[in-house]
């Protein structure tokens, strides 16, 4: 008797299962469904990453807070350039993104590559002969403070005689204030 009551709960929650209503909607398309999680759980369970929005550990590291920030100023003709009020979003983004990017590379190289090579380890081989197009070469690098030098010419409005940009690693003390650490010239355009 109890196993017959068992039987008929786990049947009332099969009936309401998506799969199930798949299968009695259509066996292909159940198929499809059932081989497509399948081979995800198996490619998953085996270390392979073959779609980007499956991978349970995309979503579980945790969230670590930094103990200093890089913080960015822009001056411009002798001007800090105040991006943080004026400016729509976008245009804040684009003055700092870029800025962040240049400066790991200045460190160490390409954060892409670095990234791609950590993460595809063997298999980068693979992806070599596309990576010119891909990755930034020193050309791309040394050409980034005039690209900057144009953008925030059409961003501030402004004709730029000169620009500096400097790195500030900023931290906050026990009473929640900032602290500067120290500073360096990312880029002297003078």
Same mark, same amino acid.
């Given at each position: 008797?109890?196993?017959?009551?068992?039987?008929?709960?786990?049947?009332?929650?099969?009936?309401?299962?998506?799969?199930?209503?798949?299968?009695?909607?259509?066996?292909?398309?159940?198929?499809?469904?059932?081989?497509?999680?399948?081979?995800?759980?198996?490619?998953?369970? !085996? &270390?392979?990453?073959? %779609?980007?929005?499956?991978?349970?550990?995309?979503?579980?590291? =945790?969230? @670590?807070?930094?103990?200093? *920030?890089?913080?960015?100023?822009?001056?411009?003709?002798?001007?800090?350039?105040?991006?943080?009020?004026?400016?729509?979003?976008?245009?804040?983004?684009?003055?700092?993104?870029?800025?962040?990017?240049?400066?790991?590379?200045? !460190? &160490?190289?390409?954060? %892409?590559?670095?990234?791609?090579?950590?993460?595809?380890?063997? =298999?980068? @081989?693979?992806?070599?002969? *596309?990576?010119?197009?891909?990755?930034?070469?020193?050309?791309?690098?040394?050409?980034?403070?005039?690209?900057?030098?144009?953008?925030?010419?059409?961003?501030?409005?402004?004709?730029?005689?000169?620009?500096?940009?400097?790195?500030?690693?900023?931290?906050?003390?026990?009473?929640?204030?900032?602290?500067?650490?120290?500073?360096?010239?990312?880029?002297?355009?003078?």
């Amino acid at each position: 008797m109890n196993y017959l009551y068992k039987f008929n709960r786990i049947k009332k929650i099969i009936v309401k299962l998506f799969l199930y209503k798949v299968y009695k909607f259509n066996k292909k398309l159940f198929i499809f469904f059932a081989a497509f999680a399948g081979i995800t759980v198996i490619c998953n369970l !085996a &270390g392979d990453e073959i %779609t980007p929005f499956y991978v349970w550990g995309m979503y579980s590291e =945790k969230e @670590v807070t930094p103990s200093d *920030y890089e913080l960015f100023r822009i001056t411009v003709n002798d001007e800090v350039v105040d991006y943080s009020t004026g400016y729509f979003p976008s245009n804040r983004f684009f003055l700092q993104s870029p800025l962040s990017y240049y400066s790991l590379m200045k !460190a &160490g190289g390409d954060p %892409t590559e670095i990234f791609l090579k950590e993460k595809l380890k063997k =298999k980068f @081989v693979m992806i070599q002969p *596309y990576a010119s197009q891909v990755l930034n070469s020193t050309k791309e690098f040394n050409e980034f403070p005039l690209w900057y030098k144009r953008y925030l010419q059409q961003t501030t409005g402004e004709t730029i005689q000169s620009f500096k940009v400097e790195v500030l690693n900023a931290s906050f003390n026990t009473n929640n204030v900032i602290t500067i650490n120290n500073a360096y010239t990312l880029i002297d355009g003078r």
